[in-house]
């Protein structure tokens, strides 16, 4: 239900069918939600519904073209990822403290903020910070999500679904961010949702298998 729904968003930015493109965004956390209500239940925790709903208040604020609501979208994700940075951190403790993924991690992503930044520097004006505070927080999140690989017990959760899902989000804001403040293009939306969509999806795919693990 959940790819179906993904997928008539995709259709909706192809087409132009804006009523489609708004009730397809905002369906697809609540209907993800139902479904890791339904692999885990309660035993998912608290922090990844919460992060969800942090999700979908970002969805809802990023319908609007406005720089206003684009922060308040940055807000809700931050809080997305402040929540899942937490959920991770707490596996952690059940790892073997090895810090090779999340250096690897690391490396990449300073990379690769340093370089957006760079881009996108000219044309931030007075969003500059806020986006650099945004950038510090979905990579700690991204590091997280790496370094669950440490865990023996959550290494093939972590390669098949944290690793990829963090990627995609990662992927996914970096390529929403370059074409709001350079290329201003409609079409770059479909990459953008796309990538945002599967990101969401392994993540929770991740959570519900971990969470009958444990």
Known sequence: MYLLVLAA????????????????????MPVLGLWLC?????????????????AWLGDWALLYEDNL??????????????????YFSRLQERSNSRLREAFAAAVILILLCVTMFVVLNPYLGSLRLPILFYMTVISVMAILAANT???????RIALCCFIPGAALFVVSDALL???KFVLHTGWMSIPVMLSYGFAQFFLVRGFGRAARRF
Do not use: Q
């Open 9 to 28: 968003h995709g259709f909706a930015i192809c087409f132009g069918w804006e009523t489609l493109r708004i009730l397809s965004k905002l369906l697809l």
């Open 38 to 54: 339904a692999l885990a239940g309660r035993r998912a925790g608290w922090l990844v519904y919460a992060g969800l709903l942090f």
């Open 69 to 86: 609501f684009f922060m308040l979208g940055m807000a809700g994700f931050i809080g997305t990822h402040t929540c899942y940075s937490i």
């Open 149 to 155: 690989a440490a865990n023996p017990a959550l290494r």
């Open 177 to 179: 961010a370059y074409n």
